[in-house]
């Protein structure tokens, strides 16, 4: 009988079972026991075969090495937050048997979190020199929340608003007013509602006043300095089918801001934003909340492909078959070759041990693998085309 639960949700036992498989895989492991077959095997979770020149960062390796986690296989993998344009991204070796279920669940633990990943590390590179936030967690099932939050932080976005994510992550997450708020007290009394804010709040909130609710958002804007003292900034969300020309909105705003002497007061955008209008609005605007753009981002297509079997080189049409080995280059390729042949002259080999014998031997420090993409975007380029 199906269990009762108040929310559509697999949860984390079901999933540690190997419950939160395809059923295939389990037709599989009935067939190899009744055969009584349990070949040793390389497993790769490969994307391209060859380069495409379109690199995606490395996320949510932590979930699947938890995973993993007790069953006797040996895992090698590229760190979190390593660019990557084809070839494997983990390698798993042991007796088939003992991760034949989790096949599904590896795939999804690293799938989804690649793409958010990879759309934050865009958003960041289309405004490096502002703030930007995750405001996207609300375009997803909540049980993904922390998953959004932590991925998006990975590809370098500067802040997260979902509370319990904050809480699973240890991060904090922020956030100032809704409309909601805003409307809460009414058409023309906007000033009533940003100071209830401004004296409900702690102080380490930053004060910032939603102006955009029922009136013109200079009108608003100006409203919203005079009423309350210290404002650290204003935010604009406005809805795209009345903004018109919303460079100019943001550009007539700071200038009736700077000539009434608010120079100091920052302007925030939020609302559908992407990295074509970060582009186009970061030199008149301080910073932006980014939300379905990132948290609704195509998950990567991983695959899991046997390529050697009791030490003999095999794959499906199509799949490259043999134990692979990755390497950045010192000229920022992307390079796969075959494990046991030598690499590329002063090329650094990616492939770092995850499990031994059913042990995570490795740490995930979420700020290690947000420098990682960081610093491993510069190298290859990546947004420098768009």
Same mark, same amino acid.
């Not at 986690?69 to 590229?78: F, K, M, Q, T």
């Given at each position: 009988m199906t269990e009762e639960t108040p929310f559509d949700i697999v949860g984390p036992d079901a999933i540690s079972a190997?419950?939160? $498989?395809?059923?295939?895989?389990?037709? $599989?492991?009935?067939?190899?026991?009744?055969?009584?077959?349990?070949?040793?095997v390389v497993a790769e979770v490969s994307a391209d075969q060859f380069p495409t020149g379109e690199f995606a960062v490395l996320a949510g390796l932590k979930?699947?090495?938890?995973?993993?986690?007790?069953?006797?296989?040996?895992?090698?993998?590229?760190?979190?937050?390593?660019?990557?344009d084809h070839g494997p991204v983990m390698r798993i070796e042991g007796r088939y048997r003992e991760f034949a279920r989790l096949e599904t669940a590896v795939l999804g633990f690293l799938s989804h979190p690649t793409g958010i990943a990879t759309n934050a590390l865009r958003a960041r590179r289309a405004a490096p020199d502002s703030t930007v936030?995750?405001?996207?967690?609300?375009?997803?099932?909540?049980?993904?929340g922390a998953v959004v939050e932590r991925s998006a932080l990975i590809g370098g976005l500067d802040g997260i608003s979902n509370v319990?994510?904050?809480?699973?992550?240890?991060?904090e997450a922020g956030g100032t007013m809704p409309h909601a708020l805003v409307i809460c007290f009414g058409r023309g009394n906007q000033e009533d509602a940003w100071q209830a804010f401004d004296e409900a709040v702690g102080p380490d909130v930053p004060?910032?006043?939603l102006c955009d609710t029922y009136s013109d958002e200079v009108e608003e804007a100006i409203r919203a300095v005079e009423a309350v003292p210290d404002l650290d900034s204003i935010r604009l969300d406005t809805t795209s089918s009345r903004r018109g020309d919303f460079r100019r909105i943001v550009q007539e705003v700071r200038w009736e801001l700077d000539a009434r002497g608010y120079d100091d007061v920052g302007i925030f955008l939020s609302g559908g934003l992407d990295p074509t209008t970060l582009r186009e609005l970061r030199d008149v605007a301080d910073g932006f909340g980014v939300g379905g753009y990132v948290s609704n981002a195509d998950p990567k297509d991983f695959a899991v492909d046997i390529v050697e079997i009791d030490g003999e080189p095999v794959a499906k049409r199509g799949k490259l078959s043999g134990k692979k080995a990755v390497y950045r280059t010192a000229a920022g390729g992307h390079e796969v070759g075959l494990a046991d042949r030598p690499g590329p002259t002063d090329a650094e080999s990616?492939?770092?041990?995850?499990?031994r014998d059913g042990e995570i031997v490795r740490e995930f420090d979420l700020d290690d693998a947000t420098r990682r993409a960081r610093e491993d975007a510069d190298a290859v380029g990546f947004g420098e085309d768009d």
């Open positions: 190997g419950r939160a $498989t395809d059923a295939y895989f389990d037709r $599989t492991m009935e067939a190899l026991e009744h055969a009584g077959k349990n070949p040793n979930d699947a090495a938890h995973l993993l986690e007790g069953h006797p296989v040996d895992v090698d993998a590229l760190p979190e937050g390593q660019l990557f936030l995750s405001f996207g967690s609300r375009h997803v099932h909540p049980s993904l319990a994510a904050g809480e699973v992550i240890g991060r004060r910032v006043a990616l492939f770092e041990p995850l499990l």
